[in-house]
């Protein structure tokens, strides 16, 4: 095999003399020292990310801002490297989320706030940051904040009962499948902006999110959520924004094909640029998640009944995408056991990775071919830069891990 036709290769993550590099650091050293679990992170990758952004939305002649959505990444030294940048905002979720936000060096004025099932005490918080752009998800919200801030200027979270997510995965879409939890629908939307206006609420912008990780596939999809959004900013007397969320998806299986941004701006575009609207978005795993990488080493090999088992130090705790949404980490050895010689065919092993956690769940990947591993290895789990360490809990005490960002001074 061939190891520069591997599907997930790029200039940024490879085999060198049958080593993996991360943006130029050899993963084994690193996680030798690191003493594994540990999540590592590129920060040339995630620059380039936004770049590709801003340069889709350009081209389709867009005004507009990207928002970072904390949620999927919050480590500290992460979010300054993307402060560094000025190229994006804060999305976030939570009043803590805000907070940290503004304790890295962002501006409220850089920071969108759509929150669900949101407390009074949330709402003060919010109050003392007048400058950020609020977008309320329920009429309730409204309500209570026009009782505590009138005359603020806010979006309104709409549900437009359609699901947008990678491999139509009903586990992450936000809409459409049921009924959930977030954003106002069509037969309530009136009745929002009556609440506003009793409590001289501005509804600059309408906000929507409908789902997590969608490719090429569900750009028709997309195209049909925008055509449905016209409606409610047409109901608007002088709307300022869309806001169109995140679930911008990466390919993270040797089948996907990567996002056309092309594609997808200009669909933006051909609904919202004739009304002259400045365009939000909130990417967050986008921009982080083939940027990271997890490094866990092999404690045990062995075979039960007709599997060969991989048991690993961590476990679904500390990334929850297999067990909780069935989004597979790609698992690749460290170092590939060839003499060096990379056109050599190997006898691949087929294998099950478990977890550390005394749970049935904690399965990383089943019934999956690697090269040759043996115990003490290191695998690396990548696309494994979002939603994994911020989701990450201390469940059977088994916590402990690691963070690294890999910065490149020289680009």
């Known amino acids: 095999m061939n190891y520069c036709k591997w599907w997930w290769q790029r200039e940024d993550l490879c085999y060198v003399e049958d080593y993996l590099f991360l943006g130029g650091q050899n993963l084994h050293s ?39 959505a904390i949620k999927a990444n919050r480590n500290p030294s992460l979010l300054s490297y993307v402060r560094s940048l000025g190229l994006t905002g804060i999305d976030c979720c939570s009043p803590s989320e805000l907070l940290l936000a503004r304790q890295v060096g962002f501006l409220e004025e850089e920071i969108t706030y759509t929150g669900t099932s949101v407390s009074n005490d949330d709402l003060a918080i919010i109050a003392r940051h007048p400058g950020i752009f609020l977008n309320c998800d329920s009429l309730s919200q409204i309500r209570r904040l026009g009782q505590l801030a009138p005359g603020r200027e806010i979006g309104i979270r709409v549900n437009p009962n359609i699901g947008l997510s990678y491999g139509a995965n009903p586990k992450l879409q936000y809409s459409g ?31 929507c999110h409908s789902g997590w ?29 869309i806001n169109l969320g995140g679930g911008l998806g990466v390919p993270i299986v040797k089948d996907d094909s990567p996002l056309d941004l ?33 490094l866990l080493q092999i404690n045990t090999i062995e075979r039960k009944q007709n599997k060969v088992f991989v048991y690993v130090n961590g476990g679904c705790n500390i ?13 690749v050895p460290v170092i590939l056991h060839t003499q060096n010689n990379i056109d050599v065919d190997l006898d691949w092993m087929q294998v099950t990775i478990a977890g550390n956690i005394n749970e049935a769940i ?37 916590g402990i891990f690691s963070e690294y960002l890999i910065y490149n001074f020289q680009k």
């Open 262 to 294: 092309e594609v997808w701006a200009k669909l933006i575009a051909k609904y919202f640029a004739p009304r002259n609207l400045e365009v939000f978005v909130e990417p967050g795993d986008y921009i982080v998640k083939d940027a990271g990488i997890l």
């Open 30 to 68: 690193l996680a030798h020292s690191a003493a594994s679990p540990c999540y590592v992170y590129n920060s040339t990758r995630i620059k380039q990310n936004i770049l590709r952004i801003h340069c889709a939305l350009q081209e389709a002649s867009l005004a507009h801002r990207i928002f970072y």
């Open 362 to 398: 904690d399965i990383f990947a089943e019934d999956i071919y690697i090269p040759p591993v043996k115990e003490g290895d290191y695998l690396a789990f990548l696309n494994a830069g979002g939603y994994g360490s911020s989701m990450s809990s201390n469940h059977c005490m088994r």
């Open 177 to 207: 499948y049921k009924t959930t939890k977030f954003g106002i629908y069509k037969d309530s939307f009136l009745e929002a902006l009556q609440l506003a206006t009793q409590y001289n609420l501005k509804v600059t912008r309408i906000h």
């Open 319 to 331: 990334n929850l995408n297999p067990a909780l949404y069935q989004l597979p980490l790609e698992v």
């Open 213 to 241: 990780g969608f490719l090429n596939k569900q750009l028709p999809v997309f195209e049909t959520l925008l055509n449905e959004l016209c409606w409610y900013i047409d109901q608007l007397q002088a709307p300022k924004y």
